[in-house]
């Protein structure tokens, strides 16, 4: 079946530090690749998505390549500020005639210090 | 455009009790998926409905069940609530479903604890 494997966490930095978070996938059929970040509180909201290899997604300073020949979608951003401590979700969809769900993840958690 | 509304926002609910929460998607949005997160288990696909229909449904009980109103507006009903039903349980919307690519678009979630 689907599956999402993302680095455990929590990741902490220091302002305007560089950040990876590592994300392989499997999956059977063409997935979409998608990160989602979660704030305290809050639901997900979409951060970047990419829809077939190669793809690169950015969004707010953040990037991801979907690189099909490793099954991965690591998360960059070059500076990291406070206001991206939250948690980030790495999530597949495969395309089905059976409808559209999300596999997830397990999230890791972002901790920026000043 | 408003986003997707849930709610209750918070419920707390005792054991064998049942619970129902609603779900509003994205103005136009016709399909509706529900998601459950907890510690444990993370991020779970729970059920999708389009066109009052549903289309998917993750690996849980009977207990756990859901409708979709011809307004795309979704329910999710669990009989016989468990302590290990507390969760958050969030609600997306998507335009179609089974599209490649097809952006899901979260609410903020119904807190649920069962005492």
């Known amino acids: 079946g689907d599956s999402v494997t993302q680095m455990e966490g929590p990741v902490t930095l220091s302002e305007e530090a560089f950040l990876t978070i590592n994300c392989t996938y499997t999956?059977?059929?063409?997935?979409?690749l998608f990160w989602y970040v979660q704030y305290p509180g809050e639901g997900l909201q979409l951060l970047l998505k990419?829809?077939?290899?190669?793809d690169k997604g950015s969004n707010k300073g953040f990037e991801a390549t979907y690189r099909k020949e490793t099954t991965s979608f690591h998360l960059e951003k070059g500076s990291v500020q406070v206001s991206d401590s939250a948690v980030y979700f790495c999530a597949l969809g495969v395309h089905r005639d059976a409808g559209n769900m999300l596999t997830f993840g397990g999230g890791t958690r972002l901790m920026v210090k000043p | 455009k408003a986003g997707v509304t849930q709610t209750p926002r918070y419920l707390i609910k005792t054991r064998g009790q049942q619970v129902t929460l609603s779900c509003s998607p994205i103005s136009g949005h016709r399909s509706v998926s529900w998601y459950q997160q907890t510690p444990g288990q993370g991020l779970q696909f729970l059920f999708e409905?389009?066109?009052?229909?549903?289309?998917n449904k993750g690996n849980f009980p009977g207990r756990f069940s859901g409708r979709q109103f011809s307004n795309s507006r979704s329910e999710m009903n669990v009989s016989t609530l468990e302590l290990g039903d507390s969760a958050l349980y969030l609600c997306?919307?998507?335009?179609?479903?089974?599209?490649?690519?097809?952006?899901?678009?979260f609410g903020p979630g119904t807190r649920l604890l069962v005492l």
């Open positions: 997306a919307s998507s335009l179609l479903p089974g599209l490649a690519g097809e952006t899901q678009y």
């Open positions: 409905y389009f066109s009052e229909t549903q289309r």
């Open positions: 990419a829809t077939k290899a190669d």
């Open positions: 999956a059977t059929g063409y997935p979409s």
